[in-house]
């Protein structure tokens, strides 16, 4: 069958077969007002399940900005917690606009029976490197939503890195990899940066690097535009042991 819904100027057409418990979908040759859009996907019935593969010729951060605010008033309800739905979703573009960084990303939401995770999602850098998260989870914890997660920035041209960042050259070092873990509350939008590595896991962090991050965390860090990002690592390399 052939399914159509029309959205603000926007015409989804999809493309579905049905065989027993089993929907296959696909979308028909859809534009999006400056951008192009095609999806495909599995629906079981029993149990339930969703596979959605989503595919954006261009994202900008407004956009994901959007798609952030979304999710979060939707976490709030706590219906995304609910023990009897299982999905996976993927949302791919290869060219982010808007953006002095990266250049495409793939995000992977896993929803499995009220565990939510966003696991092996990443950004790609063509003048870096990549962007991973790689162990995730969203907790309640006392009627509040906690997110945990684990990130990797594997760099591939140092100099590159050192540039776009600013880092003076007295600080510059050896670098392979960044690891870092951050915990943020969803109601209180609080975040805070634990556990920040460079290159070897094993790397023991100076005294003023701990200190750092713990004046962040004690205020409440929050990273609202490029300019804090760059004052940010400048401050971890200038105090780094390495």
């Known amino acids: 069958g052939k399914n159509s819904l029309v959205i603000k100027n926007s015409k989804l057409i999809t493309d579905y077969q ?31 399940n969703l596979k959605l593969d989503i595919n954006l010729d261009t994202i900008n951060i407004k ?13 709030k309800t706590n219906l995304l917690f609910n023990q009897n ?18 250049d495409s990303l793939k995000i992977l939401l896993n929803f499995d029976n009220g565990k939510i995770d966003l ?12 962007f991973k ?12 939503i906690i997110f945990k997660g684990s990130f990797n920035f594997n760099i591939k041209n140092k100099d590159n890195f050192f540039k776009i960042f600013q880092i003076p ?19 209180k939008d609080e975040l805070k940066i634990n556990n920040f590595k460079i290159n070897d896991k094993e790397v023991i962090l100076s005294d003023e690097v701990r200190k750092s991050l713990e004046s962040y965390n004690d205020e409440n860090l929050k990273i609202k535009n490029w300019i804090d990002l760059k004052n940010i690592t400048n401050k971890i390399f200038e105090n780094y042991l390495g």
């Not at 065989?19 to 019935?45: M, R």
């Not at 696991?119 to 990549?130: Q, T």
């Open 85 to 102: 739905l299982s999905s996976q979703i993927s949302i791919k573009s290869d060219k982010i606009t808007k953006n002095k960084l990266f």
């Open 119 to 130: 696991n092996n999602s990443y950004l790609i850098s063509k003048k870096i490197g990549s």
């Open 169 to 187: 050259k007295k600080n510059r070092k050896f670098l392979r990899d960044i690891f870092f873990d951050i915990e943020m509350n969803f109601f």
């Open 63 to 75: 956009e994901i900005l959007n798609f952030t605010i979304v999710f979060k008033e939707l976490l």
């Open 18 to 48: 049905i065989h027993d418990n089993l929907i296959i979908f696909q979308s028909e040759n859809l534009k999006l007002i400056n951008n192009k859009l095609n999806y495909n996907g599995e629906i079981s019935i029993k149990p339930f």
């Open 133 to 144: 998260l790689n162990n995730s989870i969203f907790e309640l914890d006392n009627e509040e």
